[in-house]
């Protein structure tokens, strides 16, 4: 008895002290604005600038692939699954409007545009490609090639064709092999035109979504194959990376993947409850990708929930960059609730954001220096606000771009900045009611037109200081 006792003394003692030190060694980072010199913010010349779209929020005709399937479907209580039962429809017809798009680009001043392809347009059925579809692709190249824009592609953006939906998609590790060759047809296809190339949009984004939250297909609520996506998804981006560094024109390519960071803090900082809490879903969300990128094996062990162990080698090594794309942070919180045992909030007083998300550059800063771990250069493939009124974007983006300074001050090796996005889109599983656009578009008319608070991004590219006006 003594010794049980002891031991849990012993335990408590440890858990307190790391507690202690942690919060210590990491406090939440929080930077004192008025004493920020934002307004005189500049960056090297050499920095790439430029936009982001994906075809499913922008194209319009995608209705081939497992998001078009998902926005025809209810939940379990007879429920639209997107908001005002929105779906991708005609999007921002950038299918056919690419031309004046891009010109939107050129008034920006960007050097870079980076997009996906719609793989059920190209492969609409297993091994059939279409080859009008890849002539658009090449077309829409040529187009960004005339107007002084790189084209940056990215394979896999959330969306697939149907037939790969309905055979299991990242479920089934066999299916990394379709996937591969496609990737293969692509860059074979367009590898004259694109030298920049992310394999996979935000892995942990499209495996907690579809299988941890429901809220993106297929819907599902179950951890372990949370876990098992994820790991098939860090499998298929190194198989992809080999393969295309192998092909005629891989050697000169850049090739890398998009991992999105948000970071999770405990909601009370003296509770070890919490602290487990973030540190789990810190692992799932951010860490056992890095981890895996990092050192060629994957772990996700959270007990009782879920065990993922594969050795990885070629996921070693496997990225030419790094892109980021980052948002902002939430807090969890322990909750006395065996149905809802945690919950993720913001903080009250923190700048919000139209989508649940706050105001928090320091957390971009901390971002920059997550993936400069890896020890590659990083490109922010994303970052971006939602802001429907216009009314706290120009300080969205002054402040993020002052930490993106900040952090190249501090060493780290970023090259370059992608804003999402160009113009407002369908935002996945919150539909048209987020508008993420340095254009505004108007859904009917198809009109874009520059928002006001895009301003300090101009400045930025013009090599300006970030002043407000
Ligand atoms: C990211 C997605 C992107 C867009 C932004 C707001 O997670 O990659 O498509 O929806 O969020």
Known sequence: MTVVLGLVGVAFLVAGGWMVWWNLSCPELRWDWDRCDVDETRFPKEILWGVATAAHQVEGGCDNNNWSHWEKQTNARGQPRIKNDDKAGMACDH????????????????????????????????????????????????????????????????THPLWFHESGAFEKRENIEPFARFCEEVFGRLRSRVKMWCTINEPAVFATQGY??????????????????????LEAHAVVYRRLKALPGGAEAR??????????????????????????????????????????????????????????????????????????????RVRLDPKEPFELRYRQGDTMTDMPYVIYPE??????????????????????????????????????????????????????????????????????SMRFGLYEVDFKTQERRLREGAKPFLQAIRGGSLQST
């Open 95 to 158: 299918w056919n409007r690419y031309s004046q798009d891009i010109r939107l680009m050129k008034e920006l001043g960007v050097k870079a545009y980076r997009f996906s392809v719609e793989w059920s347009k190209l492969e609409p059925r297993r091994g059939e490609f279409d080859d009008a579809a890849f002539a658009h692709y090449l077309d829409l190249c040529d187009a960004l090639f005339e107007a002084g824009i790189s084209p940056v592609v990215t394979l896999h953006h959330f």
């Open 255 to 332: 090739i890398g993947l998009a991992k999105s960071i948000f970071q999770f803090e405990p909601w009370r900082r003296a509770s070890l409850l919490d602290w487990m809490v973030t540190g789990a879903v810190n692992r799932l969300f951010n860490d056992c990708l890095l981890d895996g990128l990092r050192t060629g094996k994957f772990r996700l062990h959270i007990p009782g929930l879920v065990r993922v162990k594969r050795s990885l080698p070629d996921a070693r090594g496997s990225l030419d960059f790094v892109g980021l794309n980052y948002y902002s942070h939430l807090h969890a």
């Open 212 to 233: 941890f939250t429901g809220l993106f297909p297929p819907g599902r609520k179950d951890l372990q194959q949370t876990g098992e996506v994820l790991v098939n998804l």
């Open 363 to 432: 957390g971009f800063y901390r971002a920059l220096h997550q993936v400069a771990t890896l020890g590659v250069p990083i490109y922010v493939t994303e970052n971006g606000i939602a802001d429907a009124k216009d009314d706290r974007r120009a300080l969205f983006i002054r402040r993020y771009l002052y930490a993106m300074h900040r952090a190249i001050l501090a060493g780290c090796d970023i090259q370059g900045y992608f804003y999402w996005s160009l113009m407002d889109n369908f935002e996945w599983s919150e539909g048209y």
